[in-house]
């Protein structure tokens, strides 16, 4: 990436690198995904700084698709378009609906783009985490057009697994007073069994872990519920809700 970098200095750039994904909780997963980690390296070889969550890697990842989509002869007054067109994708497979999609989007998508592939019948995104990406996208809009009616349509999926990772990238779009706002409806949330289990708390103090980031007096006064509530849980209590 740095060929004009001296060996020793790639080799320091390299562990410094390693050891700020390691303790970076919302990055940890980069590790695990060459890809990412490459992206996370050409943007740390460029500026000596790391990304600050995950959303913003996945949009310099999106962003270089795009590049070399137009490398590639596509038109660039095309983006927009193309990337509707993909929250729409990712919309519909995320919910489990019929797609339709023209052949000349599906070659433009995956030959060109490289963010489909098709599976006999199927279309799918080279990766779930870039579906997940785009459903967040579409989440982002429904929230600017009418937050209280978004919410609605995430409290019953809040705790199902395939909408973890959407939520994440959703609240990591969001400015501060969005988070808050987002955080606060979660934490009310009232799911099934929270009175027992605390399942809107944990979630919240884990999207908090994974950078999502409401004001500072929201913070204090999160920070203080859970200090009193563990009084009553206790060590274990703690532990788990650890931010």
Do not use: C
């Not at 490459?38 to 996945?58: F, G, M």
Request: charged share 25%; net charge positive; proline share 4%.
């Amino acid at each position: 990436l740095r060929p004009d970098w001296p060996q020793q200095i790639v080799i320091e750039k390299a562990a410094s690198l390693l050891s700020k994904l390691q303790v970076h909780y919302g990055l940890l997963g980069v590790l695990d995904n060459p890809l990412l980690l490459r992206i996370a390296t050409e943007i740390y070889a460029l500026n000596d700084k790391l990304v600050n969550n995950l959303s913003e890697l996945y949009d310099v990842w999106v962003e270089n698709l795009w590049i070399r989509a137009v490398q590639r002869g596509v038109p660039g007054e095309l983006k927009e378009r193309t990337f509707s067109e993909l929250e729409e994708v990712a919309w519909k497979l995320q919910n489990g609906l019929s797609i339709s999609l023209d052949d000349d989007f599906v070659d433009l998508a995956s030959s060109k783009l490289g963010a489909l592939i098709r599976l006999s019948n199927q279309v799918l995104f080279i990766h779930l985490t870039l579906q997940e990406y785009f459903v967040a996208k579409r989440l982002m809009k429904f929230w600017q057009k009418n937050q209280r009616v978004t919410f609605s349509f995430l409290r019953p999926r809040l705790h199902h697994p395939i909408w973890r990772e959407p939520l994440i990238f959703f609240g990591l779009f969001l400015d501060e007073r969005d988070a808050t706002k987002l955080l606060t409806y979660i934490a009310r949330a009232n799911s099934l069994g929270e009175k027992y289990l605390h399942r809107d708390m944990i979630l919240v103090s884990h999207l908090i872990r994974e950078g999502i980031n409401p004001s500072s007096d929201w913070m204090y006064q999160w920070t203080n519920q859970l200090t009193d509530l563990t009084k009553v849980k206790g060590p274990y209590w703690y532990r788990r809700m650890a931010v």
